[in-house]
């Protein structure tokens, strides 16, 4: 009997240590993640301080790395080569999965790794044309000696590391998810690009307009969604001159009852969509010398996107004898993207142009080899796409090319979480040739106005608003990308893909995109709103981000004098709520208490006593915030929310507020699906009273428990989803939608930035996070308490390998 267990005992566990070091399906081997020899226990790092010396191939000198005491590599090589090489060796580093797994999701290759369960993702980003516009922006790159060059270099020095690399000491997300690390190729820079302009530039609203131009018509639809707000304090002041003269613009065209704009008849108007939200943005602004405590230009930059470990950006020094360059970097990207140097520093916020556009593709046949358009049929490219699936066969997908771009979906597929409808090709920025690359090495190595001007000329998507200052006490902003040359609102809606009148008829010239240097106000500023006022003469989009942070920030600039990079601090961390601020007074005219319970008294005398700050233990902002989504749900969900059968949006809550102080008998306060007429005041007490119970239910009685800091909840969440050991959750932080502070659930200021130009420039800077994408190192997360409190580090610029300061903790030397 004692045999028979022993014998059962050997193969249960031969069995079991089988079973643990094989894949099943999308289920990693578990095995070598728990194994003590190369499992997760070899993750764990501690503070090194000791100096080390690496020898590497691939490098033409020896190259010094000064690490500092937030874990910030301070690079000075010998020439640019070497520079780019210890870039890319040291972002690998510490952000090799990362980097991987984002050019992975961009390429549709996420299946490789965890099984079909990403294979609808995977799918999309193919059939939208990610894998194919990173080719073209590869051929820009390559095309170019100096971007190729760095490229190159960059790319050699991820290899290095990943030569290195045991699998003991593989990222823990490899072990996790049970697969290692490939070579590094230039067309995963391009991807982590495509990445960018995905996020930045993939959305649109086409589909839902042309439903609501459907269901209302035209005098309705640009009667709720007008082309330019009531409120609006744009990024180019009001009477700034344009001193070009314009290209012609294309003529609309004039034959069909709707413009011409759309093929009615074409599929795919029932197709739900997936929106970015249009309130969460990014800020930046530089106040010139006449404002400033030191008669030199401050300049300050936080650009919003989702928060996440690791986090998006990586600080990085880099210095050649062709530049000496501070700031943050994209993991997987040579360069610096948002930084300063000695004479210049810059920064970014997104425009949000329309750069995305859905055409109608006419086949004729089911074979889909030609389509038809200007009068003739024309061929349509095929592109086959393999994915590998973890586990499971390869599928086998084809993308037909038009000369618009990809047709994403075909008629009747059901899209995968996409504002794009069935049977239509898309046409995107993101397809065209370009080398942004080239831009930030030009701007890396700037030196005053003219530079940066060099420098945009290159820059095609996603467009940002580039904002500058020098030494020399220059100021600016462009809201500059490559912008298509449209008649007015093509793009608003879906357009009919067989007329070439609704093509793209060129692009708007570089030097004519949007600029203002040194206004008379002294100051300039973006958050994402309006590039310019009507008196533009091109088209770049319909609707931009809420006026709110980007008035608020103004007004907080123009009443600043003799300010400091404390002062611009402090502006980031701005929590005043204008909306509110605006909206507050009409609400509450209306707002009847007569028809509110004794509860919902002291929930409105709490809103009333509210200074209109989103701070964290503030009750305020969580009445108004939600009183706010029940409201406009009131207003217009009967007439505007019909499900996946004809999807449509709501008007801008600018409009909506018009509406109510305007016109206050109008239609759109009558509840269409009852029988009684409501009236606005009926809707301000229902919805009001509805927030009440909603709050109640969820906190109980009114009081520090619906305190905004832990109701709104922000998550810095790992990038594998489902991951809680990895993140960190339920910080109490104040902000919220447009407010300065656009800190949300899940989105914020990913890194903030300050920078005093002078004869040595002084910066500051923190993102949420840590330079280490290793869950194990004490780098990890080290900076989110210093971000929760809205609080900057220093950041250490240094001038020689030689320089002496406390802050400096070791050196490597790559020989």
């Known amino acids: 009997m004692r045999y028979t267990k022993a014998i059962i005992s050997t193969l249960l566990t031969c069995l079991l240590v089988w079973a643990l070091n094989r894949s099943w399906g999308g289920i990693p081997a578990f095995g070598q993640l728990l194994s003590p020899f190369v499992g997760f226990w070899q993750n764990a790092e501690t503070i ?59 390429a549709g290759r996420v299946s490789e790794i965890v099984g079909d369960r990403a294979l609808e993702l995977d799918r999309f980003n193919r059939h939208l044309g990610m894998g194919y516009g990173a080719e073209q922006t590869l051929k820009g790159m390559q095309a170019d000696p100096t971007t190729r060059d760095a490229l190159d270099a960059y790319t050699a020095g991820v290899n290095a590391w990943i030569g290195q690399l045991t699998p003991a000491h593989y990222p823990i997300e490899y072990k996790l998810l049970g697969y290692a690390p490939e070579p590094w190729t230039p067309l995963k820079c391009a991807l982590l690009l495509k990445q960018m302009s995905s996020t930045l530039a993939g959305g649109a609203d086409d589909l839902l307009m042309t439903n609501i131009l459907r269901r209302y018509g035209a005098t309705v639809t640009a009667n709720l969604f007008p082309d330019y707000p009531t409120r609006e304090d744009p990024i180019i002041p009001p009477g700034t001159k344009w001193e070009f003269k314009p290209l012609p613009i294309p003529s609309a065209p004039k034959d069909s009852a709707l ?113 038809w358009h200007d009068n003739q049929w024309k061929a349509v490219n095929r592109r086959i796409e393999t994915i590998r699936v973890k586990g499971k066969p390869d599928v086998i997908d084809t993308v037909y090319y038009t000369h618009h771009g990809p047709l994403v979906y075909e008629a009747g597929a059901k899209p995968f979480r996409a504002s794009i409808p069935t049977g239509y090709a898309a046409r995107w920025i993101a397809h065209e040739p370009s080398n942004e690359m080239r831009c930030f090495y030009y701007l890396n190595r700037a030196k005053n106005f003219a530079d940066y001007r060099k420098a945009l000329a290159y820059y095609v998507a996603p467009a940002q608003n580039f904002i500058f200052a020098d030494n020399k006490k220059d100021i600016a902003i462009s809201p500059n990308g490559r912008f298509p040359l449209k008649w007015k609102d093509q793009g608003k809606f879906l357009l009919d893909g067989t007329n070439p009148a609704t093509d793209w008829h060129g692009f708007i010239p570089a030097d004519q995109n949007p600029i203002v240097k040194n206004p008379p106000r002294g100051f300039v500023s973006s958050a994402n709103q309006f590039s310019t006022d009507p008196t533009y003469p091109y088209y770049i989009n319909w609707q931009f981000a809420p006026y709110e942070r980007g008035r608020r920030i103004n007004q907080r600039l123009a009443a600043m004098q003799r300010a400091t990079t404390d002062s611009l601090r402090q502006l980031q961390n701005d929590t005043y709520n204008l909306r509110a601020a605006d909206a507050l007074p ?142 960190v959750l339920d910080l109490d932080v104040g902000g919220g939608n447009v407010i300065v502070n656009a800190t949300n659930e899940r989105t914020g200021p990913s890194w903030r930035m300050v920078v005093a130009l002078g004869e040595q420039p002084k910066a500051f800077g923190v993102y949420p996070g840590g330079q280490s994408g290793n869950p194990g190192s004490p780098y990890y997360q080290n900076t989110i308490e210093t971000w929760k409190k809205g609080q900057l580090n220093e950041l250490l610029y240094l001038q020689s390998a030689q320089d002496k300061h406390p802050r400096v903790k070791r050196r490597i030397l790559l020989k």
Not at 74 to 90: I, M, P, R, T, W
Not at 593 to 613: M, Y
Request: hydrophobic share 40%.
């Open 48 to 106: 090194i301080d000791a100096d080390e010396e690496v020898t590497v191939h691939g490098t033409k000198s020896p190259v010094t790395v000064i690490i500092d005491d937030q874990a910030v590599p301070h690079v000075f090589a010998q020439n640019d080569h070497d520079l780019y090489f210890a870039q890319g060796y040291l972002t690998a580093r510490d952000r090799l999965w990362q980097m991987e797994f984002q050019t992975h999701a961009a």
């Open 259 to 371: 413009s011409g704009l759309i093929a009615l008849s074409a599929p795919g108007f029932g197709t739900p969509p997936n929106r970015a939200n249009p309130e969460i943005g990014s800020n930046n602004w530089a106040v010139g010398p006449q404002k400033s405590a030191t008669g030199y230009p401050i300049l300050a930059n936080d650009p919003h996107l989702t928060l996440s470990l690791p986090s998006i950006w990586y600080q990085i020094q880099l210095v050649s004898p062709t530049v000496n360059v501070y700031g943050a970097s994209l993991p997987g990207a040579p360069n610096v993207i948002i930084g300063f140097n000695k004479d210049v520093a810059w920064g970014v916020t997104n425009v949000g142009a329309d750069v995305l556009d859905f055409y109608a593709i006419r086949f004729q046949d089911d074979s889909r080899r030609k389509y």
């Open 586 to 727: 009409t609400l509450l005219s209306m707002l009847s208490e007569k028809s509110l319970n004794q509860e919902q008294r002291k929930v409105l005398q709490s809103l009333r006593q509210w200074k209109r700050n989103n701070d964290a233990g503030e009750v305020g902002p969580t009445i108004f915030t939600e009183w706010n989504a029940q409201l406009m749900k009131a207003i217009w969900a009967d007439e505007f929310d019909t499900g996946d059968t004809l999807p449509m949006r709501f008007p801008s809550f600018d409009r909506t507020l018009t509406l109510m102080q305007r016109d206050s008998g109008a239609r759109w306060f009558d509840n269409v699906k009852t029988p009684a007429r409501e009236h606005l005041p009926d809707l301000l007490a229902q919805s009001f009273q509805s927030t009440c119970d909603t709050l109640i239910k969820k906190h109980g009685p009114v009081g520090s428990n619906w305190a905004w800091g832990p109701h709104k909840s922000t998550d810095i969440r790992h990038l594998l989803p489902g991951v809680d050991a990895f993140s």
